[in-house]
């Protein structure tokens, strides 16, 4: 999950296992990359509940100072909220998938809805190329897969 909202840095920041406050400058200079590589990741970690931050107006440059602290103790919380919110959009898909018939150009140009592709004379919007019907099975198939897997997760860390 870190890696995926925070990309690779955050995954290293989020594994040296920080105690206490530091600055971006701080870690910046100490893993050798740029000091807005580490704000972007820190804010990442900030918008999921990971990190939190306290800020102080430095007294002889009058600029504000960010100090930093990874929340290791709510990743439990954070992973399940993530977790729940990937369940709630798949269910939604899943319902979007079973419910509706699609048809798709060749071309790989639109998915459109039946009766989208009947006002479309069954020509691609886009191409003019032939809509034809998707099979949805297989894709609902995965998601019903991926909802277990998720469903089997959140049993593990309740």
């Avoid at 102080?56 to 990743?75: A, F, L, Q």
């Avoid at 003019?128 to 959140?154: F, P, W």
Wanted: proline share 1%; glycine share 6%.
């Amino acid at each position: 999950m870190i890696e995926r909202v925070t990309g690779e840095l955050g995954v290293v920041i989020y594994s040296m296992g920080i105690e206490g406050e530091f600055t971006d400058e701080q870690l910046a200079e100490e893993l050798g990359v740029e000091i807005n590589d580490v704000r972007r990741v820190l804010f990442a970690l900030y918008e999921i509940g990971l990190a939190s931050y306290r800020r102080k107006k430095d007294e002889d440059t009058g600029w504000m100072e960010y100090y930093w602290r990874i929340n290791y103790e709510k990743e439990r919380e954070v992973l399940r909220k993530e977790l729940e919110k990937t369940r709630d959009k798949l269910s939604a898909k899943l319902q979007m998938e079973d419910e509706t018939v699609y048809y798709i150009c060749m071309n790989g140009c639109v998915k459109v809805k039946y009766e989208e592709a009947m006002e479309y004379g069954f020509a691609c919007p886009k191409c003019g190329g032939m809509l034809e019907y998707l099979d949805s099975r297989e894709a609902v198939a995965r998601i019903r897969e991926e909802l277990e897997k998720i469903e089997d997760m959140l049993r593990m860390i309740s």
